[in-house]
């Protein structure tokens, strides 16, 4: 049973830092994409980061790109989101999601190509 945890939401003033876990259990996922997703409220889910560990190529969302960065720990088998620079607009739950193949050195950017996913965290920046 493939199981996705994230951790390391909260409260953070703008400007402010937090780092997202996602421990990934059931399986190794080395040879496998994984991503970050986010659910505003009201809004529809948002790609913001995906990873190809083998390849160690990233991919971000232009609304993150130069404040997030995705890694990955394959010893650990955990990846993680570090989030600098906060705003309000980066209010929202974050899934992480992982693909059900391995995928070789692509990084997914569409929620339809990953099949598990976490029950989320949420990260709240105050303005």
């Known amino acids: 049973q493939v199981q996705l945890v994230e951790s390391g939401g909260g409260l953070v003033q703008a400007g402010g830092s937090l780092r997202l876990s996602c421990a990934a259990s059931g399986r190794t996922f080395s040879n496998y994409a994984m991503g970050w997703f986010r659910r505003a409220p009201g809004k529809e889910r948002e790609f913001v980061a995906a990873i190809s560990w083998n390849a160690d190529r990233t991919y971000y969302a232009n609304s993150v790109k130069g404040r997030f960065t995705v890694s990955g720990d394959n010893a650990k088998n955990t990846m993680y989101l570090q989030m600098n620079s906060l705003k309000p607009e980066d209010t929202a739950v974050y899934y992480c999601?992982?693909?059900?193949?391995?995928?070789?050195?692509?990084?997914?950017?569409?929620?339809?190509?990953?099949?598990?996913w976490g029950q989320g965290t949420q990260v709240t920046v105050s303005s």
């Open positions: 999601a992982a693909t059900r193949h391995s995928v070789g050195s692509w990084v997914l950017i569409d929620s339809a190509d990953y099949a598990y």
